[in-house]
């Protein structure tokens, strides 16, 4: 079996690509297929037609890829096969930043004075989380400054070297600076608080910043599946997400459980096409990339 992730080793698609693969009880390959938050990976799926052993990871720009014209695919494409977890956002800031405080780095967000550095592609959900917040504080959301990386821990080292001010990566991508402590943890996207080393930082909610938001993974596989296939695949998924391991895994990396099978799947993706067209026509998503 071959397990397609759209970032690099140690980002998003890769994580959640290991985890499946490290419990599903057969011989996983994963194959990094990065660029264009996840693009170029469903590109290559795409032209497997039928292929029964070959899933990639989905998530948000599956679909807003196609929104802002990144790519002319979207799930619609592909065969939604399933909703695996949700994982929320942390901001995050270096050590002795002037941004420390959450009020000082929404004060530099308003006003447009702070660079912000993020994964994976424009209109991919922590560029979302940004526009959201840079919207609440009438903040002009197509003139901030923005860096766009590959994977998580590229905008983090592109922050630990200075160039950008704020980091906007999920929680976990965070985790191994805040042990380091060469990051420090600002705010959250969750709807309450986290546990660990985010339980002292406050939600975007305790802000009064009404943004509660976080990127979903799943799977999709090829075109052209047959229902056998289907089926197969959603009898494996089902029972390896209800085992042990899983739920320790997500509880290991602060992931949210939110298994769903192919047909609840793609009814969760058909929404989520609806609602974030919506919010990227109304946030006007149109920024400027400074990527070094």
């Given at each position: 079996m071959e397990i397609i992730a759209g970032t690099p080793p140690g980002g998003g698609q890769d994580r959640t690509a290991r985890a499946i693969a490290g419990i599903l009880d057969t011989e996983v390959t994963i194959?990094?297929?990065?660029?264009r938050g996840g693009g170029n990976a469903w590109d290559r799926l795409i032209a497997r037609k039928g292929a029964t052993d070959l899933v990639a990871v989905s998530s948000p720009t599956l679909i807003t890829n196609a929104i802002v014209g990144e790519s002319a695919i979207d799930h619609r494409d592909l065969t939604p096969l399933a909703l695996l977890y949700t994982e929320h956002s942390a901001l995050v800031v270096r050590p002795g930043s002037r941004?420390?405080?959450p009020s000082a780095l929404l004060d530099a967000i308003g006003e447009g004075s702070a660079f912000v550095s993020f994964a994976t592609a424009l209109g991919n959900m922590n560029h979302l989380i940004l526009a959201e917040i840079a919207t609440?504080?009438?903040?002009?959301?197509?003139?901030l400054p923005i860096r766009v990386f590959e994977s998580a821990p590229q905008a983090l080292a592109d922050l630990d070297a200075g160039n950008g001010d704020i980091a906007v990566v999920s929680a976990v991508s965070a985790l191994p600076g805040l042990g380091e402590g060469?990051?420090?943890?600002?705010m959250v996207t969750a709807p309450e608080r986290l546990g660990g080393v985010f339980a002292d930082t406050p939600t975007c909610l305790e802000m009064d910043v009404p943004c509660v938001r976080g990127t979903w993974r799943g799977l999709v596989g090829p075109p052209g599946l047959d229902?056998?296939?289907?089926?197969?695949?959603?009898?494996?998924?089902?029972?390896?997400t209800a085992t042990g391991p899983w739920k320790r895994l997500l509880e290991d990396n602060l992931w949210t459980g939110t298994y769903l099978g192919p047909k609840y799947t793609w009814q969760f993706l058909e929404?989520?096409?609806?609602?974030?067209?919506?919010?990227l026509e109304q946030t006007g998503l149109v920024a400027r990339v400074d990527d070094g």
């Open positions: 194959t990094n297929v990065p660029g941004l420390e405080e609440h504080l009438d903040a002009p959301v197509s003139r060469t990051l420090v943890p600002v229902e056998s296939a289907v089926d197969a695949w959603a009898e494996r998924l089902g029972n390896t929404g989520e096409r609806e609602q974030l067209s919506r919010l």
